[in-house]
């Protein structure tokens, strides 16, 4: 057997929750999509995009042309938060210096938040929901 025959038991040791590492089944082009930036320039085989939209990507997301063509997923969201920029890993056969300076590129609506997640509240008395208050749980 050489070895095989030990590669399917990936739950073990998980109280049998999870089902280990399953390649993802393949998603389809979202019904939505809108602008989330520009494309600036490759670097690394990998497209650097200045985010256009006012909303900040998941990482991860899929990023696409305008006719829901999949180029690649987000992989680093960088520099300031009035004019980050995001770099996309490719998929296979997608060259990204085959694009030109200011190509506009996508993403599925679902995969975007709010940029108030990412700054300091402004609400002062109300920080991190699950406080460190008195009176939590001494058996009152």
Do not use: W
């Not at 095989?4 to 939505?32: H, L, T, V």
């Not at 997301?61 to 004019?83: C, M, Q």
């Not at 609506?109 to 991190?128: A, D, H, I, W, Y």
């Amino acid at each position: 057997d050489g070895g095989k025959g030990k590669g399917k038991g990936k739950a073990k040791g998980k109280d049998g929750k999870g089902k280990g590492k399953r390649a993802p089944e393949p998603e389809g082009p979202p019904d939505e999509i809108e602008e989330i930036g520009e494309f600036l320039h490759s670097c690394e085989d990998e497209m650097i995009f200045k985010c256009t939209n006012t909303r900040v990507p998941h990482f991860n997301a899929r990023i696409f042309l305008e006719n829901k063509e999949e180029l690649g997923k987000i992989d680093e969201i960088f520099g300031p938060i009035n004019a980050f920029c995001c770099s996309v890993k490719p998929n296979e056969g997608i060259k990204p210096d085959s694009f030109k300076k200011g190509k506009k590129l996508y993403i599925d609506t679902q995969k975007l938040l709010p940029m108030v997640r990412f700054l300091p509240s402004s609400s002062g008395g109300k920080s991190g929901g699950k406080g460190k208050g008195k009176d939590k749980g001494k058996g009152k």
